[in-house]
């Protein structure tokens, strides 16, 4: 190791423009740091993000812990979190660690993004807290995409759904729910102002406004992707207690059993023949998610092997 010597591109493994860009951002970022912690007579903490917070950090943990026989390019299925690095959110993901780390220094950026972040957190607090009869739902949208099964299963009329979960369910947009909360927030601050001409201390509901488009995108996505990104902090919760687990060397890989594997991985599993997960884990080429589904096949195989073998006891005794 050489200190205060930082590289990035191919010469680390890697190929295409994106990549060295990707590394050039983090070197360019320490080596700014070390530089001027050099002249402080101090030492600067590395500037590193985590797997689970960009694709940088993705790309960067699998050269440095796995390394590669061949140009590493960067692809989406690398990343086990890659339900939660959108687009969308990236300067909620990043400026934070920027800001946090010094590379990120204008008040009005770092004000904006507090802002925004805000104003998400918001609307979807006003989606939980909006409810209506699965039926209602339905009426007012005018098709069955809001009310669901349930509407039709009898004994469900009653049943009350937030703005959040009908917003979850599929082909629903948020400016379709949005239309039906003001709707029914102007049909009661009607009632409101009417029973305000004969009463005093009549409490004039506001009405909620459309999303305006710098957190449309995002608020939508936050809703709609909760349970499967609660799913995916699951499966890799799973994953990393599962490092130990020995795979059962008679396991054949082939795609009639791992379909969601790709050739070339099952190639190498079936070529290297890893004992445990974490030997699994150190295999080039092989993603997260790839590892995640071969843990499912293996828990069910043993759990299937551990119920036949309970049977057969219980026959015997």
Known sequence: TISGLFLAGQICGTTGYEEAAAQGI?????AG?????AEESGSATPFILGRDEGYIGVLIDDLVTRGTQEPYRMFTSRAEYRISLRADNADLRLTRKGVEYGLVTDEERIASVEAREMMVEDRVADLKKFKLFVTEWAERDGTDLMGGDAMNRKGREGHKKTA???????????????????????????????????????????????????????????????????????????????????IPPDMVY????????????????????????????????????????????????????????????????
């Open 164 to 246: 959040e979960e009908v917003l979850g369910m599929p082909h629903v947009t948020l400016g379709a729910v949005e239309k039906i909360i003001q709707e029914v927030q102007n049909e009661e601050k009607e009632r409101a102002l009417s029973a305000a001409a004969d009463e005093d201390d009549v409490e004039i509901p506001t009405v909620l406004g459309p999303s305006p488009p710098s957190i449309y995108d995002t608020v939508e996505a936050t809703v709609k992707y909760k349970s499967y990104v609660s799913r995916q902090n699951k499966d890799m919760e799973s994953w990393r207690k599962a490092q130990g687990v020995r």
């Open 26 to 30: 983090v070197a360019g970022a320490n």
């Open 254 to 317: 082939e795609h009639s059993r791992f379909p969601t594997l790709s050739k070339e991985e099952l190639e190498k599993l079936s070529n290297i023949r890893p004992s445990t997960f974490a030997e699994a884990s150190q295999i080039s080429g092989i993603t997260p998610q790839s590892l995640v589904y071969l843990y499912h096949v293996v828990t069910k195989r043993i759990k299937e092997k551990d119920d036949k073998r309970s049977v057969e006891n219980k026959q015997y005794s």
């Open 33 to 37: 740091r070390a530089a001027i912690a």
